[in-house]
């Protein structure tokens, strides 16, 4: 006898509940524990609605397929072919009883406990907004994979209309991925909490991105082959700067504030270098004297000095100083002691999927979040991290959630 599939599972789990508070019917004692959330927790899987299906979303949604405490209820696509098909045809695996839809209507009335929310990053940075906080008021847990780490940074303006969807759903929105989600938030934020002082943090992170073959990321979204006239990574005019900028300021704004600092403002100094021949792509040509790297830098100023730098560099052509045998991310603390860190993700064999590590690694970051993003209370939910570094003890902890934002400087350049 096979394994039952997901409906199949979810209706016994349904039938083993009702039957289990038949059982101890009229014990007092017992029936309040059975009718308890807690037990109908433990024996209920979580319900998600994945939405989006690139690259990076139809791993999160194998991810869910495959989990046995997660149920699918629904799955949301942009495409006309992909509408009309079970999740599991989408996703390269068993049969789901769960079709596509490009009907947002439809989703907002399913009944769910968490959306994973993974679309094409886009630009303007608030670009998907509105639909998340329609998730939120919806009753839906949403987590994101496009930024939405720190939203507070931005001021009361910016949080109103997610604190108010997040009240009126009682829902918690949250933000993971690798960076923004891992690195900063997660590893340099945990490693702080092994010094007794520190002057400065520099997170780096280089990226091959010949690979990546999506034309419209890499030439519309990451600003690949434009012109080095056009490019200027800091006029937040130009749509790719405002896009990364609004992205990862929090990144830096939330890493300060982790530590108990007073961020005074974020400066930048971007680069991008041309191409010294024509490079073809997974994506498609860039054209010699073209953008072929793009170095991103933000300095969160602290005291009048820099403090904390998080550099990006994404390549069509190895440039200096990346070399070789680089790391995809360096974390370096310098202070009492000085801390070093290099990760690097490293994709598997023979999963019979076309799948890098970074996509895996971020279908992890997202579906490991669920239980925490479902408990926490509404509002926006912030990475917890225990023990890190803080100059001065007299001021509290940060919260793990912050309905209302609290916001010390937004200033940027």
């Given at each position: 006898m096979g394994r039952p599939d997901r409906s199949q599972q979810a209706a016994f789990r349904k039938d083993f509940l009702f039957a289990i508070e038949k059982l101890f019917e009229g014990s007092t004692n017992l029936t309040g524990w059975v009718k308890s959330?807690?037990?109908?927790?433990?024996?209920?899987?979580?319900?998600v609605i994945q939405w989006a299906t690139g690259s990076m979303g139809k791993t999160c949604l194998r991810a869910v397929i495959d989990h046995p405490d997660l149920e699918l209820v629904g799955l949301l696509v942009y495409g006309k072919s992909k509408t009309?098909?079970?999740?599991?045809?989408?996703?390269?695996?068993?049969?789901?009883g769960v079709i596509a839809t490009r009907d947002i209507d439809a989703i907002l009335a399913l009944d769910a406990d968490v959306v994973l929310h993974c679309p094409r990053?886009?630009?303007?940075?608030?670009?998907?907004?509105?639909?998340?906080?329609?998730?939120?008021?919806?009753?839906?847990?949403?987590?994101?994979?496009?930024?939405?780490?720190?939203?507070?940074?931005?001021?009361p303006a910016?949080?109103?209309?997610?604190?108010e969807a997040c009240a009126k759903g009682g829902t918690t929105l949250f933000g993971t991925g690798l960076n923004p989600g891992f690195i900063t938030?997660?590893?340099?934020?945990?490693?702080?909490?092994?010094?007794?002082?520190?002057?400065?943090?520099?997170?780096?992170?280089?990226?091959?991105?010949?690979?990546i073959p999506n034309p419209n990321y890499i030439?519309?979204?990451l600003g690949f082959g434009a012109s080095l006239h056009e490019a200027d990574l800091n006029e937040?005019?130009?749509?790719?700067?405002?896009?990364?900028?609004?992205?990862?300021?929090?990144?830096?704004?939330?890493?300060?504030?982790?530590?108990?600092?007073t961020l005074d403002h974020i400066e930048s100094d971007h680069e991008v270098l041309p191409a010294t021949k024509d490079l073809e792509t997974a994506a498609g040509r860039i054209k010699k004297g073209t953008v072929s790297v793009t170095h991103w830098r933000w300095h969160g100023i602290v005291g009048g000095k820099r403090f904390f730098t998080l550099s990006i560099r994404w390549m069509m052509e190895n440039a200096p100083p990346a070399k070789?045998?680089?790391?995809?991310?360096?974390?370096?603390?310098?202070?009492?002691?000085?801390?070093?860190?290099?990760?690097?993700?490293?994709?598997?064999?023979?999963?019979?999927?076309?799948?890098?590590?970074?996509?895996?690694?971020?279908?992890?970051?997202?579906?490991?979040?669920?239980?925490?993003?479902?408990?926490?209370?509404?509002?926006?939910?912030?990475?917890?991290?225990?023990?890190?570094?803080?100059?001065?003890?007299?001021?509290k902890f940060p919260p793990a959630t912050a309905p209302t934002p609290s916001v010390r400087s937004c200033e940027t350049s």
């Amino acid at each position: 006898m096979g394994r039952p599939d997901r409906s199949q599972q979810a209706a016994f789990r349904k039938d083993f509940l009702f039957a289990i508070e038949k059982l101890f019917e009229g014990s007092t004692n017992l029936t309040g524990w059975v009718k308890s959330p807690s037990f109908k927790e433990y024996l209920m899987s979580y319900r998600v609605i994945q939405w989006a299906t690139g690259s990076m979303g139809k791993t999160c949604l194998r991810a869910v397929i495959d989990h046995p405490d997660l149920e699918l209820v629904g799955l949301l696509v942009y495409g006309k072919s992909k509408t009309g098909r079970d999740a599991g045809d989408i996703a390269r695996c068993d049969t789901t009883g769960v079709i596509a839809t490009r009907d947002i209507d439809a989703i907002l009335a399913l009944d769910a406990d968490v959306v994973l929310h993974c679309p094409r990053i886009q630009p303007p940075y608030a670009h998907h907004n509105k639909e998340i906080c329609q998730l939120l008021a919806s009753g839906k847990n949403v987590i994101s994979i496009n930024g939405h780490t720190y939203p507070q940074y931005w001021g009361p303006a910016y949080m109103e209309e997610i604190s108010e969807a997040c009240a009126k759903g009682g829902t918690t929105l949250f933000g993971t991925g690798l960076n923004p989600g891992f690195i900063t938030e997660k590893i340099a934020t945990a490693a702080s909490g092994l010094c007794t002082r520190i002057d400065r943090i520099h997170v780096s992170e280089i990226v091959d991105c010949t690979s990546i073959p999506n034309p419209n990321y890499i030439f519309d979204v990451l600003g690949f082959g434009a012109s080095l006239h056009e490019a200027d990574l800091n006029e937040s005019s130009w749509p790719p700067a405002e896009l990364m900028t609004g992205m990862y300021s929090e990144v830096v704004a939330q890493l300060v504030d982790s530590l108990g600092l007073t961020l005074d403002h974020i400066e930048s100094d971007h680069e991008v270098l041309p191409a010294t021949k024509d490079l073809e792509t997974a994506a498609g040509r860039i054209k010699k004297g073209t953008v072929s790297v793009t170095h991103w830098r933000w300095h969160g100023i602290v005291g009048g000095k820099r403090f904390f730098t998080l550099s990006i560099r994404w390549m069509m052509e190895n440039a200096p100083p990346a070399k070789k045998d680089y790391n995809l991310w360096d974390v370096k603390i310098l202070g009492i002691p000085e801390v070093e860190i290099s990760v690097n993700l490293v994709t598997p064999k023979y999963t019979g999927y076309k799948t890098m590590a970074e996509q895996y690694a971020v279908a992890g970051s997202v579906i490991n979040s669920i239980p925490a993003v479902c408990a926490a209370p509404a509002g926006i939910l912030r990475t917890p991290v225990f023990a890190a570094y803080r100059p001065r003890f007299r001021s509290k902890f940060p919260p793990a959630t912050a309905p209302t934002p609290s916001v010390r400087s937004c200033e940027t350049s």
